[in-house]
C-alpha cells in the first residue's frame, strides 16, 4: 500500500508532477538484479546523504527530515542540475519515488524493489522528464540521463555486492 500526504509546510506537489509519464520528451528506465535482500537496498536507497559515495554523479543530496516519508523534501545535485524533490510513494522495501525540479524541467523518478529467489533482489528505476529544457534538449538529457542511471545501478549493486 502506497501512502501519500502534503510536505510539513502544507504544499502539495502539483498533480502532473506525480507519476511517470508516457509522453514525456525524456523517459529512461533501467533495471539489474544485486545480490542482497530488499531491505539492504531500501537501506542504501534511503540513505540519501551517502548517495554521493557510491554514485559518482550525484555530488550531494539532503532528506529534509529524519527519515524517508511521503512529503519530506529532498535537495540534490546530480549530473550538473541542481534538483529539488517531494517524496511520493514510500513503501519499505519495495517502492520509493519523488517528484523533480530544476530550472525549466519537471519529472518524476521511481525506483522499485522486488524480491527474488535465492537471496537476490531486482531493481528498477524509471525516471520521466518533461517542460521546456527536456523537450529541446531531449537528445543530449537523454544520453545524459542513461549514462548517469546505468551507473546509479552499477554503484548500488558495487556497494552492495561488494569487491
Known amino acids: ?3 501519500t500526504v502534503s510536505p510539513p509546510d502544507g504544499t502539495r506537489p502539483a ?3 506525480l507519476g511517470l509519464r508516457a509522453d ?3 523517459l529512461v528506465r533501467f533495471e ?3 545480490a542482497a535482500s530488499p531491505e539492504a537496498v531500501w537501506e542504501l536507497l534511503t540513505a540519501v546523504e551517502r548517495w554521493p559515495l557510491w554514485h559518482r554523479g550525484v555530488d550531494f543530496a539532503v532528506l529534509k ?3 524517508a516519508r511521503p512529503g519530506v523534501r529532498l535537495q540534490w ?3 550538473g542540475m541542481r534538483i529539488s524533490s517531494i517524496l511520493h510513494e514510500v513503501e519499505p522495501g519495495a517502492r520509493l ?3 523533480l525540479r530544476t530550472l525549466g524541467a519537471r519529472g518524476y523518478q521511481r525506483w522499485t524493489i522486488e524480491p527474488m529467489t535465492g537471496g537476490r533482489t531486482r531493481v528498477r528505476t524509471e525516471e520521466s522528464w518533461w517542460g521546456f529544457f527536456p523537450f529541446v534538449l531531449r537528445g543530449t538529457l537523454r544520453k545524459t540521463l542513461r549514462a548517469s542511471r546505468a551507473a546509479w545501478l552499477r554503484g548500488l549493486k558495487d556497494r552492495l555486492e561488494g569487491p
Do not use: I, K
Request: aromatic share 4%; proline share 5%; net charge negative.
Open 97 to 99: 519515488s519523488w517528484t
Open 1 to 3: 500500500m502506497s501512502t
Open 24 to 26: 514525456a520528451p525524456v
Open 65 to 67: 527530515a529524519e527519515e
Open 32 to 34: 539489474a538484479e544485486v
Open 77 to 79: 545535485r546530480a549530473d
Open 15 to 17: 498533480a502532473e508532477l
